[in-house]
Nanobody, 126 residues
Framework: VQLQASGGGLVQPGGSLRLSCAASGFTLDYYTIGWFRQAPGKEREGVSCSISDGSTYYADSVKGRFTISRDNAKATVYLQMHSLKPEDTAVYFC?????????????????????WGQGTLVTVSS
């Protein structure tokens, strides 16, 4: 199982970025992928997840601004981020639970995920 996050960078407040999580070593169609982030000095928090049945979950802090999507044919999950705020600055990670289907609840708890990719840094600053 390999997960490769990319797409981070420096963006001004109010700007947009799209993160990608490239999956390999398994069939993405059957698995949940979650996006998490960790800001300096803070605990890792769940941002969003995409369930294999098409369901999606979002943290309250990003609802209406972030959209998660997947392209199973490309084995990639995306996180489109709009209206970015300085408090969105963090290292963003993608992760997968050990088993197919729904992750152990709660769906955005990092303890529900077993495989992690390296992070990609998002900096929101003027």
């Amino acid at each position: 199982v390999q997960l490769q996050a990319s797409g981070g960078g420096l963006v001004q407040p109010g700007g947009s970025l799209r993160l990608s999580c490239a999956a390999s070593g398994f069939t993405l169609d059957y698995y949940t992928i979650g996006w998490f982030r960790q800001a300096p000095g803070k605990e890792r928090e769940g941002v969003s997840c995409s369930i294999s049945d098409g369901s999606t979950y979002y943290a309250d802090s990003v609802k209406g601004r972030f959209t998660i999507s997947r392209d199973n044919a490309k084995a990639t999950v995306y996180l489109q981020m709009h209206s970015l705020k300085p408090e969105d600055t963090a290292v963003y990670f993608c992760a997968r639970p050990r088993f197919a289907g729904y992750p152990r609840p709660p769906q955005l708890a990092d303890t529900s995920y077993d495989y992690w990719g390296q992070g990609t840094l998002v900096t929101v600053s003027s």
